[in-house]
């Protein structure tokens, strides 16, 4: 994982400092324009009054919160098309407490996801830009669950016992697939945009239980249990953000 980001990064410097040099192709001048994107969806809600319907989420193809696009010009193609390289990124962390008189339940979630691809972009007016190509992409999500109830209230001669029930769930997808969207330039450095895929997922999942008997001070792990799976799909990917681009 290390070694394909600092390849990509290095690969990305090395074609920057190759277009600085402005090399002359029979289309003009090489140009180069760099674009950082960060999902802005939450923000521009909260400026503008959207129905209340939720926006759907994919589990296999998650948004990426952060992203980075090399894009050349005047290489091979007329001025209105740049190609070139994007990356994507997004690291989340969530912990979610529960509770009543007799139970807690505690579940911790961590999710990383990152995408690597090519990209075409067509300007078809003064505003909009159409863009797709094509993604590899990698979500791997580890969520525990811990879930302590007790077991029995307290009978004469008995301390209160609580069973304890530990659930580790692993998902591990990787796939490829092609996408396309649209893009607004509000001006020559700002830019909205959204886009839909569709990616062909592999990967595997896996469940491991472990149960613990209590009485508050005194650990017994008496049963475990383990499954595991694997799975195929192709999942469509909707448009249902909006990415605020600063290109330079």
Not at 91 to 105: A, K, M, P, R, V
Not at 158 to 172: A, E, G, M, S
Request: charged share 10%; aromatic share 16%; net charge positive.
């Amino acid at each position: 994982m290390k070694r394909f980001y600092l390849n990509a990064i290095f690969g990305l410097f090395f074609l920057n400092s190759h277009a600085q040099d402005q090399k002359s192709t029979p289309y003009g001048t090489l140009q180069m324009q760099n674009q950082i994107g960060f999902n802005a969806t939450a923000f521009i809600k909260s400026f503008l009054t959207f129905s209340n319907t939720s926006i759907p989420t994919n589990t296999y193809v998650p948004v990426c919160s952060f992203t980075y696009k090399a894009l050349f010009s005047n290489v091979i193609l007329p001025s209105n098309f740049k190609f070139g390289l994007r990356l994507g990124f997004n690291y989340s962390n969530n912990e979610l407490n529960s509770g009543t008189d007799t139970t807690y339940n505690n579940t911790k979630t961590n999710t990383m996801v990152w995408r690597a691809g090519i990209e075409m972009q067509q300007t078809i007016s003064k505003r909009f830009v159409l863009f797709y190509g094509a993604d590899y992409y990698n979500n791997n999500t580890v969520s525990e669950n811990n879930n302590k109830s007790v077991y029995n209230v307290n009978p004469p001669a008995n301390p209160t016992r609580f069973l304890i029930v530990n659930n580790i769930n692993t998902n591990k997808f990787y796939g490829m697939g092609p996408f396309i969207g649209i893009q607004f330039n509000i001006n020559q450095y700002l830019s909205l945009s959204s886009e839909a895929g569709m990616y062909f997922i592999s990967g595997t999942n896996s469940n491991l239980y472990t149960y613990t008997m209590s009485d508050g001070s005194n650990y017994t792990s008496y049963r475990s249990q383990s499954t595991s799976g694997t799975t195929k799909v192709t999942s469509i990917a909707l448009p249902g953000f909006i990415n605020l681009n600063f290109m330079f």
